[in-house]
């Protein structure tokens, strides 16, 4: 035999005995094991995607499998995680696990269950029971999900003094139990009669639901003259359930500012992000909305089984698959002072147009009362309000007067009447002749000369109106307030009739009531003064873990260049001298101007300054009317959107408050 024949003979024989190794290989493993382990795979990912109509099913039809598999976790509305365990084999039957986790809410329900398999032939075919999908899991039974609502935080006030907290009320609405089907359309609209709401709006929503529902109406804190208990069963089906409700002490307590709590409706829900869910309480404005994943805290939840059919007299979904408790909602600690803000409240129920009361505490920048006024319509004008501040300015000017020079003492010109570039400014009406001329800048600022201020435009610029503002704490950021608020807008450039009219708050010059509180608290304080009503903003968390952002809304404050007649501007904060200079002007408003009234308030001396400041396209223009003050501890504004002068209007509801105020 040649080389090359050995060669191939040798090759021959390695192959053929690789080939019979293999051979014996694949038959020792055989055992099934591999098909049995694809089929729990198969198995596990189908679940998962609640999908089994294309599996070999035995014990129950493949497609009424899958019919079942849907109904049973329809109510839990999610997908599970399923993964299948080691595989234990029999001869033909296969066991193993079935590992399922579920996000329910914000907690997450694992558990396992086991399957079996059978091979029939060459394929693997699951046994179907409703064990395989839950333990204990019944034939006939499907699972839904309860939420346990997790208790509402607190709002606090001064002291810790509770101000929201769960109080007693009355669900009112139809029981769809009590009343027939073809009597639910006119119960409705009886009810809405009764309760004040629209007919057809109530009816279509008891119409909408199911047969067992309650549809509530109204909630209300207690019975009145017109909604009676006797009146509300009167009406077929009308039913009132006593419960409570995360409420303030009245129906209008602060409203804009905390905001109010209720149902989420179908925009929040969408706009959650999966936070919110039908059924969910949730805060709308205000405070309550604005730190709602605070104050909300996380619900519980409980995987029940309902049976297919109910019995008379059996309780369904007693049966708990899983639970997790609630995690109640951090209660919100806020500055505000219980009896100045209804004292505030009370101050403006009977003003018409929009207003405000705002109260501060200089020596900590604490928000004891912001109360916007029924005119507001629901608005928080106190903090969110953007109107010229009219001459209450004149405080600003002067103190950038005083870094020009001046004293109190200073004297300046006040003519009855003034022109600039073709306009012509004025005086209040009313003003006294006596006060006309040359007079000293306490005496101009103590009867308000508008045109001694807008004379002072020409050794005042415009950027150093706006340090001024910001040295009294305004137009400026405010990170401890904690609420929405607006702090203010000066511009840092204007000329002309725009200077002139910065000069005595108008123009482009926007305050709230809050800004003029902070301005007057900083001059009582020595220091500007930043306002504080949020105490614990920081622990608010929104549900990704961010935390939630409590700065303030404020005009951010713009640059520009002194004019070659004025000092350069100065970022400074006001000092104590400063300081005492504008509480000497301001206490000449009340022992020598126009807020003489003010003289009866009792207790420490008062020190203020009025603002009127026109708008609108009237002839005459229509006017806000402003004051704000100091009273020891105690720095006020007050604000009428459309009320005329300051003094006459703001004036006599800021003594009637501090006099209140004690």
Not at 86 to 113: Q, R
Not at 296 to 323: C, I, L, N
Not at 624 to 636: N, P, R
Request: proline share 5%; hydrophobic share 40%.
């Amino acid at each position: 035999m040649s080389q090359m024949g050995k060669l191939k003979m040798q090759q021959g024989f390695v192959l053929g005995l690789v080939a019979l190794v293999m051979a014996g290989s694949l038959t020792a493993c055989d055992d099934g094991r591999a098909g049995a382990e694809g089929a729990a795979k198969q198995l596990a990912s189908s679940l998962a995607a609640l999908d089994v109509g294309s599996l070999a099913v035995e014990g129950k039809d493949a497609a009424a499998a899958n019919e079942q598999l849907k109904a049973v976790f329809e109510g839990l509305d999610a997908k599970p995680s399923v993964s299948s365990g080691d595989v234990k084999l029999d001869g033909d039957t296969a066991t193993f696990p079935l590992n399922y986790s579920w996000n329910i809410g914000s907690a997450k329900w694992e558990y396992s269950s086991e399957a079996t398999l059978k091979k029939s032939g060459d394929k693997w075919a699951v046994q179907w029971n409703p064990a395989l999908l839950a333990l204990e899991l019944s034939d006939g039974e499907t699972l839904s999900v309860k939420t346990v609502p997790a208790q509402r935080g607190q709002i606090l006030g001064a002291g810790d003094a509770p101000i929201v907290e769960d109080r007693p009320v009355f669900r009112v609405g139809i029981d769809k139990t009590k009343v027939p089907a073809e009597q639910a359309d006119s119960s409705a609209r009886s009810m809405a009669a009764l309760l004040g709401l629209d007919a057809d709006e109530y009816a279509k929503q008891v119409a909408a639901s199911g047969p067992q529902a309650f549809v509530e109406g109204l909630v209300l804190r207690a019975y009145t003259a017109d909604i009676t208990e006797a009146k509300i069963k009167a009406v077929p089906g009308g039913v009132s359930i006593l419960d409570s409700m995360a409420l303030a002490p009245t129906r209008t307590f602060a409203r804009a500012l905390l905001g109010s709590v209720g149902q989420a409706n179908a925009e929040q829900i969408e706009k959650s992000n999966g936070a919110l869910r039908a059924g969910d309480t949730t805060g709308t404005g205000g405070l309550q909305q604005k730190y709602d994943s605070l104050l909300r805290g996380k619900d519980g939840a409980e995987v029940v089984a309902t049976p297919a059919e109910k019995t008379e007299g059996e309780t369904p979904g007693t049966k708990v698959f899983f639970s997790s408790l609630p995690a109640p909602g951090t209660t919100l600690k806020t500055t505000l002072d219980l009896k100045l803000q209804q004292l505030a409240e009370e101050t403006l129920a009977g003003i018409e147009p929009a207003s405000a009361i705002v109260a501060l505490r200089p020596s900590t920048g604490a928000v004891l009362a912001a109360a916007s006024g029924p005119g507001s319509n629901g608005y928080n004008t106190a903090l969110l309000g953007q109107y010229a501040p009219g001459s209450t300015f004149k405080m600003v000017d002067s103190l950038a007067m005083f870094r020009n020079g001046a004293t109190p003492d200073s004297k300046v010109e006040c003519p009855s009447t003034l022109n600039v570039d073709g306009r012509t400014f004025k005086n209040a009406e009313g003003y006294p002749e006596t006060s006309l001329g040359s007079v000293t800048l306490r005496d101009a600022f103590a009867h308000s000369c508008n045109t001694a201020f807008i004379n002072a435009r020409e050794t005042v610029s415009q950027d150093q109106l706006e340090s001024a503002a910001q040295a009294l704490g305004v137009a400026v950021e405010a990170p401890k307030l904690g609420a929405d608020a607006f702090l203010g807008s000066v511009p840092g450039e204007a000329e002309g009739t725009e200077h002139a009219a910065s000069m005595i708050g108008q123009g482009k010059v926007l305050f709230s009531p809050l800004s003029a509180a902070v301005m007057a608290a900083s001059v009582a304080n020595g220091a500007p003064v930043s306002p504080q009503l949020v105490l614990n903003a920081d622990a608010a968390q929104d549900p990704s873990g961010a935390a939630t952002p409590t700065e303030s809304v404020s005009a951010s404050p713009s640059s520009a260049s002194a004019t070659a007649s004025a000092a350069p501007a100065s970022t400074k904060p006001i000092t104590k001298e400063e300081a005492a200079s504008l509480a000497d002007m301001m206490r000449a408003v009340v022992t020598s101007g126009h807020a003489g009234f003010l003289a009866e308030v009792p207790g420490a001396p008062v020190g203020a300054k009025t603002g009127t400041a026109e708008f609108g396209n009237d002839n005459p223009p229509k006017t806000h009317a402003w004051i704000v003050a100091t009273h020891g501890d105690l720095a006020v504004a007050v604000f009428v959107e459309d009320g005329g002068l300051g003094a006459t209007t703001s004036g006599p509801l800021l003594k009637s408050f501090l006099t209140a105020a004690g």
